[in-house]
């Protein structure tokens, strides 16, 4: 059976072009754009090896070509691998993109950067979704086996004086996020808050957050934050 792809025009995006997907990969949206616009803020530019973890549709591999950077994405999903290559294609641009789980589809390689918006939400089952939507986003009853490797595989990844930029949720708590990057060497600051209403997977649990202390009022809000973390 051949997926069917679907476009999505992301308003407001800092990338023109159509971003599409096969059923089942995440869809480019606010965590999105926030780590774009860190991205070219924090100076990505002609030259810079950038390397995308989670790429999903390769949305945001592809801002940093535009920016000029070099880019290796790397995605774990088959249908997101194809997606992040056909959008490469169709913008004509040089983007690398392999399958793999995290930093070990490239041993021993290193970069100027790094970027992720992985899976962060917390879910009622511990283990990570091999196939199906929620996969891209469910990650482990706290939201954090995806952030905790990358945390952990940072370090080693970057060159010296090379930086991560993360995006996540409060509900998946940053707090361990700063600590795990510094207690790997690096120096984390969060540079960007922004509250959003419940999406459709945060609001279909909100019940079950709630009860698991994730929610501390009633609001339906969610927080996103970017960390970033630089390697002296």
């Not at 990969?25 to 606010?30: D, E, F, H, I, S």
């Not at 801002?63 to 294609?89: C, E, F, K, M, Q």
């Not at 100027?112 to 939400?121: F, G, K, Q, R």
Request: hydrophobic share 45%; net charge positive.
């Amino acid at each position: 059976m051949t997926p069917q792809a679907l476009a999505d025009r992301q308003v407001g995006a800092p990338w023109s072009a159509r971003v599409l997907r096969l059923p089942g990969v995440y869809r480019p949206q606010t965590d999105t754009l926030l780590l774009a616009s860190a991205l070219r803020r924090e100076g990505v530019r002609a030259g810079t090896e950038v390397l995308d973890l989670c790429t999903g549709s390769g949305a945001l591999a592809l801002h940093a070509a535009r920016l000029g950077a070099r880019v290796t994405a790397v995605d774990i999903g088959r249908r997101a691998v194809a997606s992040a290559r056909l959008n490469a294609a169709l913008a004509r641009l040089p983007v690398e993109v392999r399958r793999g789980d995290l930093f070990s589809a490239l041993p021993g390689r290193s970069f100027d950067a790094l970027i992720s918006n992985p899976p962060y939400v917390p879910a009622p089952s511990a283990s990570v979704p091999r196939r199906g939507a929620q996969r891209a986003w469910d990650a482990g009853l706290d939201g954090r086996v995806l952030l905790d490797r990358i945390c952990d595989g940072a370090f080693t990844a970057l060159r010296p004086g090379g930086m991560l930029l993360l995006v996540q949720s409060a509900l998946s708590c940053p707090e361990k996020t700063l600590s795990r990057l510094a207690a790997s060497g690096l120096t984390p600051v969060v540079t960007d808050r922004v509250k959003i209403p419940f999406g459709p997977v945060t609001r279909g649990r909100k019940h079950w957050l709630r009860a698991r202390g994730f929610l501390q009022d009633h609001l339906d809000l969610e927080e996103l934050v970017v960390i970033r973390a630089r390697k002296e």
